[in-house]
C-alpha cells in the first residue's frame, strides 16, 4: 500500500483537512512524523496507516518544543517525550521514551533542559543537537478549549488565505479591463504601493 493521501487520513481522523494540516505541520520532520518513506517522482508524501491509528489511539499528540528547538539549534536528533504537572503541583514530570529517562524540575523548561542533557549522554552525542519533542498532558477542560482554539485558528487562517486570493483575482481582472494601480488603490482605500505589491505577488 502507498499510503494514504492527506485528504485520506484527515478523513480517517474524522478532523477538518485545514486543521489536518496545521497538526501535520508541527508532527512533520519530528520523530512523530506520521508521512511514509518519500518516494521518487511522487509530488506530495502519504501518511502511513500505522502510524496515523496509533496517533489516533495515543490521543493525537503534538510535539512541545518546536520553537524551543528551534531556538537553540536542535536540529539532529529527536526524542519523543510526556510532559505533566506533578501530582503536588510544585513541579513538572517529563518522560523520555527512546532513551527511557524520567525527569522532575520545579519548571517545564528546566525538565526538558536536563532532558536534552540526560538524552545527549545516552546517546553519546551533544546536547546542541538533540531536539526534544514532548506532548504536555493538559487538564481534560483546558485540553479541550485548546483544542477547539487551535482547529479555529487553522480555518481562519485558511479563511484569510481564500479571501486574499479572491482580492488577487479581483485586482487582476481589473487591471485585465484597463484599470490603473491609482485608480485600484483609491477605489479600494490601499496605498499605490500595496497595489503593486499585490499584483507582484501574485
Known sequence: MRGLTIEQAADKAEIKLSYFRYLMAQLNGTSMDLRTPPVAGERARRYSPQK?????AAGKPLPGSENAAAATGGDGTHVAAMAH?????????????????TVEATSLKRAWEISRVRAAESLGTNPESVSIDF??????KAA?????HQQLAAE???LQERADQKRLQGLQQLRAVGWRQQEMAFALGLTPQ??????AEG
Not at 496515523?52 to 489516533?56: D, Y
Not at 506532548?135 to 481534560?140: F, G, L, R, S, T
Open 135 to 140: 506532548q504536555v498532558k493538559y487538564p481534560k
Open 156 to 158: 481562519a487562517r485558511e
Open 194 to 199: 500595496r497595489i503593486q505589491q499585490l499584483l
Open 52 to 56: 496515523l491509528a496509533a496517533w489516533m
Open 144 to 148: 479541550a478549549l485548546l483544542e477547539e
Open 85 to 101: 504537572r506533578a501530582e503536588n503541583g510544585s513541579g513538572w514530570v517529563m518522560t523520555l521514551q527512546d532513551p527511557s529517562h
